[in-house]
């Protein structure tokens, strides 16, 4: 089963590798940019596994390991 | 429009980050986390543009600056 986790930072937190790139982007000509924003985007291949099990540990691991919750929001989808 | 983009390393490449998180969740009780890699999540706010030329814009600005093809793959989605 494969999961994948999207860990991005609060909107209320300032991004400053995301105004970095969008400044770049805005350089090099894409003034249509008008916001970025950077997250992670964590695939995790799990074993034999319910997808009701699946995604209790998921949240587990986001709560534990993968995310700041101080900072950063996750939400994770398994296919 | 929201586009998200999505950069993976690419499936031949190392990821030690990816393997050190598998790793530690495996320590932490994990155990049917097999692998697990790491890439980039970079929401992108655009202004007042097409889909057709979104999506001609964001393929160029994936090959230019967000993703570096030698190692790694992207896709991307527009809201």
């Known amino acids: 089963m ?3 986790v999207y860990v991005t930072p609060k909107k209320s937190i300032a991004d400053p590798q995301g105004n970095a790139i969008g ?3 805005n350089k090099i000509g894409y003034d249509k940019v008008e916001d970025v924003r950077i997250g992670k985007l964590i695939e995790i291949e799990l074993g034999q596994i319910t997808k009701e099990e699946a ?3 998921l949240k587990e691991m986001c ?3 993968l ?3 101080v900072i950063e ?3 994770f989808e398994i296919e």
């Open 2 to 4: 494969k999961a994948k």
């Open 23 to 25: 400044r770049a982007l």
């Open 55 to 57: 995604e209790v540990q």
């Open 63 to 65: 709560e534990k390991l």
């Open 67 to 69: 995310a700041n919750t």
């Open 73 to 75: 929001q996750y939400s």
